[in-house]
C-alpha cells in the first residue's frame, strides 16, 4: 500500500468512526435506521461501516465513499425525524440525478419532508415479545430483537418461557446465549440474576418463566401486555394447539415452523400484507419455503412458471441423531454427522399457501449433509416463455437491488463463494448468479440460505410487520437511475 493510499484510507477510517455515534444516536432517540442500499449500519464497526459502503458497487460500478454519504448522514441528525429507515445510497444516488444547484442539507430536507416532525407513532409504547422456547431459532430471534431494541419504541423481549433443566439452568442457558459455535458471540453484556429469574443483555431485563403448559401461565402477572408470543419448540402446529398460548397477555401467537390446516403460512416479502389484521395465529413456515418461495414469485411475475421442482442440500438439525438410534422418520435416525441423508421436505407444498396464485405443480426433495449450518436449494424451473441466462441474471439483481424483495432476496456473482461464506447472512435466500443453467424456456437456480439466522430475520421481520413497527425506506427507489455494474460482487 501506497503512502497516499494508506492515508486515503486513514482518512476514511477516522469518517466512519464519526459516523457511528451519529447513526447510533438516530436509532436510539428517533428509531431511525441507517441503511446502504438495503444494509443496515446500525451497530456496525468501523470496518463494518466501510465494507458496506464497498457493496454500491453492485449497483453504482463503483465503490460509494464515506466521504460521499457523510455530509448526508450529518443533515439528518439536524431534523427532527420520525421512525423510518433512511438509505444513505439511495440518497446520494438521488442527488446526483436530481439535486442540481441544490445544498446537501436543503435536498435531504425537502426528500424527507414528510418524515420531519413529530407525530404519535414517535412516542408509540413498545411492542411486547414474549419467546417460548429457546433453542437455535429463539436463541438467534433473541438476539436480533436485543440488537433491535433502540430507543425502546418497537420491539421488547419481556420474557422466554422454558422447561427448567436444572438448578443451573438460567445461567447455562445465559451461557448458550453468550457464545454460539456457528454464529460466534454474543454482541454486547448479559447479567444473570438467579434470584429473579432474568438475563439483562445490553440494558433489557428478560424474565425466564418456567413451565411445562402453555395454558400454566398467566403473562399480565409479569406485568406483560399485548405481547406477541414467539413459539420456536415446533411442539404446536395446528390452531388447536397453538390457541393454548392465547393466555392473558398475549394477543398474537407466531410459529417458527410450518403451520398445519388453516394456520397462514406468511414469506416476509411475499404474502406479509395478506395478513387479516383480525388473525391471531400466523407461521413463518420453514426456512426451506422463505428461501424458495421469493424467487419462485419473482421468477413467476417477470417469465411465468408453468413446473417446478425444489432439491435441497440442507445441514443437519437437532432433529436428527448424532449416532444411528431409533427415530420415527425413516432415514432421519441415522448419524447425521457421518451421512448424507434422503428425507422429505414440506416446502414444496407449503408455497401453495404462500403463493396460492402460482398454479405451476411444485415437488421437491432433501438431502441432509454433514454441515452445521447453511444451505442451499435447488429449482428447476420450466418457464412460461423462452429466455436467457443474462437476462434472468440482471431480472434476479435488479430484484435483490431495488424491488419489492430486496429485504428477502439477494445476489452474488462471486466465483469462489461456498456454504460458510453466507453464516450470518439477513436474506431468505442469495442466489448463486455463476451457478444458474438457462436454456429456452428451462431455469435451473441455486439459491443459498442461512438455515438458522437468515430465517430468524425473516421471523423478525413478520412479527415488526404484525406490531406494526416495520418502517418504509426512504427515498423512493425510483427516485434515482440504476446502472449496471462492470464487476458485481458479493453482497456484503
Known amino acids: 500500500m501506497s503512502a497516499a493510499e494508506l492515508t486515503q ?9 464519526a459516523m457511528i455515534p451519529m447513526i447510533g444516536g438516530l436509532h436510539r432517540r428517533h428509531s431511525v435506521t441507517i441503511l446502504i442500499h438495503s444494509r443496515s449500519l446500525v451497530n ?27 455530509p ?38 425537502q426528500s424527507l419532508a414528510e418524515l420531519v416532525g413529530t407525530d404519535e407513532a414517535s412516542a408509540r409504547q413498545p411492542q411486547d415479545v414474549v419467546l417460548y422456547g429457546f433453542g437455535r431459532i429463539g436463541r438467534l430471534v433473541a438476539r436480533l430483537l436485543i440488537e433491535k431494541a433502540g430507543s425502546g419504541n418497537g420491539l421488547n423481549l419481556r420474557a422466554v418461557v422454558v422447561r427448567k433443566g436444572g438448578g443451573d439452568d438460567l445461567t447455562k442457558r445465559a451461557s448458550l446465549l453468550r457464545r454460539d459455535s456457528v454464529h460466534g458471540k454474543f454482541n454486547g453484556t448479559i447479567t444473570v440474576d438467579t434470584e429473579n429469574n432474568t438475563l439483562t443483555a445490553n440494558g433489557n431485563v428478560i424474565k425466564f418463566i418456567y ?20 413459539d420456536n419448540t415446533g411442539i404446536w402446529r395446528d390452531r388447536d394447539g397453538l390457541s393454548n398460548h392465547l393466555r392473558p397477555g398475549i ?69 436428527q441423531n448424532l449416532l444411528d438410534n431409533y427415530h420415527k422418520a425413516d432415514r ?40 452445521p449450518d447453511v444451505s442451499v436449494a435447488i429449482l428447476h424451473l420450466h418457464l412460461g416463455r423462452e429466455t436467457t441466462k443474462q437476462e434472468v441474471l440482471e431480472h434476479l439483481r435488479q430484484e435483490s437491488l431495488t424491488g419489492t424483495l430486496s429485504r428477502n432476496l439477494d445476489y452474488t456473482a ?68 440504476w446502472p449496471s455494474p462492470a464487476c458485481p460482487v458479493l453482497q456484503a
Not at 213 to 220: A, L, N, R
Open 332 to 371: 432421519r435416525g441415522r448419524s447425521a454427522p457421518f451421512n448424507l441423508v434422503l428425507t422429505e421436505t414440506g416446502a414444496a407444498s407449503a408455497v401453495a399457501k404462500a403463493l396460492p396464485d402460482l398454479k405451476a405443480k411444485i415437488t421437491g426433495n432433501s438431502i441432509r449433509v454433514p454441515t
Open 44 to 70: 456496525k464497526s468501523v470496518i463494518g461501516i466501510l465494507g458496506t459502503h464497498r457493496f454500491a458497487r453492485q449497483i453504482r460500478g463503483d465503490e460509494l465513499s464515506v466521504e460521499e454519504t457523510f
Open 9 to 17: 484510507w486513514n482518512s476514511e477510517e477516522a469518517l466512519a468512526e
Open 414 to 481: 462471486a466465483t469462489d463463494a461456498v456454504s460458510s461464506d453466507f453464516i450470518g447472512s439477513r436474506a431468505a435466500c442469495i442466489i448463486d448468479a455463476n451457478a444458474a443453467i438457462v436454456e429456452g424456456d428451462t431455469a435451473i437456480l441455486y439459491a443459498w440460505y442461512d438455515n438458522e439466522f437468515g430465517y430468524s430475520c425473516q421471523v423478525v421481520r413478520t412479527v415488526q410487520y404484525l406490531s406494526g413497527v416495520e418502517y418504509p425506506i426512504y427515498p423512493e427507489v425510483d427516485a434515482a437511475p
Open 251 to 319: 394477543a398474537k401467537v407466531v410459529l417458527t415452523a410450518p403451520g398445519k390446516g388453516d394456520v397462514p403460512n406468511i414469506v416476509h416479502g411475499v404474502n406479509h400484507r395478506s395478513i387479516d389484521p383480525n388473525e391471531k395465529i400466523v407461521s413463518c413456515a420453514s426456512c426451506t419455503t422463505n428461501a424458495i418461495v421469493p424467487p419462485l414469485k419473482t421468477m413467476d411475475d417477470e417469465f411465468g412458471v408453468a413446473r417446478a421442482h425444489v432439491e435441497t442440500v440442507h445441514s443437519f438439525t437437532n432433529d
Open 211 to 230: 413451565s411445562n403448559d402453555p395454558t400454566s401461565v398467566d403473562y399480565t402477572e409479569y406485568g406483560i401486555d399485548n405481547a406477541i408470543l414467539i
Open 72 to 109: 448526508f448522514l450529518e443533515a439528518l441528525t439536524r431534523l427532527e425525524l420520525r421512525p423510518s429507515k433512511i438509505d444513505l445510497g439511495l440518497l446520494v444516488t438521488a442527488y446526483h440525478a436530481n439535486g442540481g444547484g441544490t445544498s446537501i442539507p436543503e435536498f435531504v430536507a
